[in-house]
């Protein structure tokens, strides 16, 4: 039963450009989106989260829009740089923020210069 | 402010061996949450401690165990170990008595990778 998925294994963007990362969940009672980048023999590292009252939440380079009706986010990070290359986590949880995450499988993000 | 630290790095165990994994939580926050993740995948949640009291548990069988401390720090226990408990474990931290519209935030720690034998 995967309630967050990421149908993307993997994606290769030119640096400069846009990286668009999908995630899709299941469970309605989801309030709390966020994205993580993990590299390798690293922890996850908190990216930038969105609230399900809100359909859009910026900082810097990277976007991340919510669509509840169709239950799907994405990531956007533009420009793309090379350090941007890592595995990413889109993950779910409650209204409070800090009860379970429910994780996605990651895609995998490599920007070539 | 200190960030949220595990400890070992890694290690290796036999099949019925039993293994202790210990976590720091970020300064400030209460609440301490555990994580596996098997390759490929992404992290599974197994338990959350606040307060010193399990607050939430996975699908994770009772060998898995925990403990949080006074100063919040935590540790994850688990029993007669089987060859598929071979993961990085992780631990997050949040913090609890804020309360809404404040939506916390886990952040993790490195990691524990764990091979089991």
């Known amino acids: 039963d995967q309630q967050v998925k990421q149908n993307s294994p993997s994606l290769s963007v030119q640096e400069g450009r846009i990286s668009i990362l999908n995630c899709d969940y299941t469970n309605s009672m989801f309030d709390y989106f966020l994205w993580y980048k993990k590299y390798p023999a690293e922890g996850p590292t908190f990216l930038i989260s969105?609230?399900?009252?809100?359909d859009k939440n910026e900082d810097g380079r990277f976007t991340v829009f919510l669509n509840k009706s169709a239950k799907h986010l994405s990531l956007h990070i533009v420009p793309s740089q090379p350090g941007d290359s890592a595995v990413y986590f889109c993950a779910a949880t409650g209204y409070f923020g800090n009860e379970k995450l429910t994780f996605g499988t990651g895609t995998r993000l490599t920007i070539i210069p | 402010e200190t960030g949220v630290t595990q400890s070992p790095t890694h290690l290796i165990k036999t099949r019925g061996q039993q293994v202790t994994l210990r976590c720091s939580s970020q300064?400030?926050?209460?609440?301490v949450s555990w994580y596996q993740q098997a390759l490929g995948q992404g992290p599974q949640f197994i338990f959350q401690y606040y307060r010193e009291e399990e607050n939430g548990r996975g699908n994770f069988p009772p060998r898995f165990s925990g403990l949080q401390f006074p100063n919040y720090s935590s540790e994850l226990n688990v029993n007669a170990l089987e060859l598929d408990d071979s993961a990085l474990y992780l631990c997050?931290?949040?913090?609890?008595?804020?309360?809404?519209?404040?939506?916390?935030?886990?952040?993790f720690g490195p990691g524990t990778r764990l091979l089991v034998l």
């Open positions: 300064s400030g926050h209460n609440t």
């Open positions: 969105i609230s399900s009252i809100k």
């Open positions: 997050a931290s949040s913090s609890r008595d804020r309360g809404p519209p404040t939506q916390e935030t886990q952040y």
